[in-house]
Nanobody, 126 residues
Framework: QVQLVESGGGLVQAGGSLRLSCAAS????????MGWLRQAPGKEREFVTG????????SYVESVKGRFTISRDNAKNTVSLQMNSLKPEDTAVYYC???????????????????WGQGTQVTVSS
């Protein structure tokens, strides 16, 4: 059973940056695609970004392209999300997530994930 623990959230002004990190426990981290989801108050959880098991392929929702960068370190069982040029509409709880099966193509939707962490709050003030 995988355990995902996020860190790095907080309060930042618009235009600022934050870096989220996710530490994964359990076996087989390097076999699974990973990603980040987010959920704003009163809204459904949405896909933000995904990275395949090798780290060689990534995907992003259109609204964060050019501002967010996902990366992973399979030796350390971690995945990170660098968020630059933050906007108030980025405010949400951000969840680290793991694909529901190993060796799949790059995750691109919420439905591609089977496990996620407790989340970390990101608040962007205007």
């Amino acid at each position: 059973q995988v355990q995902l623990v996020e860190s790095g959230g907080g309060l930042v002004q618009a235009g600022g940056s934050l870096r989220l990190s996710c530490a994964a426990s359990g076996r087989g981290f390097g076999a699974y695609g990973m990603g980040w989801l987010r959920q704003a108050p009163g809204k459904e959880r949405e896909f933000v970004t995904g990275i395949d098991w090798s780290g060689g392929s990534t995907s992003y929702v259109e609204s964060v392209k050019g501002r967010f960068t996902i990366s992973r370190d399979n030796a350390k069982n971690t995945v990170s999300l660098q968020m630059n040029s933050l906007k108030p509409e980025d405010t949400a709880v951000y969840y680290c997530a793991r694909q529901f099966s190993p060796w799949m193509v790059t995750p691109r939707t919420v439905a591609d994930f089977g496990s996620w962490g407790q989340g970390t709050q990101v608040t962007v003030s205007s």
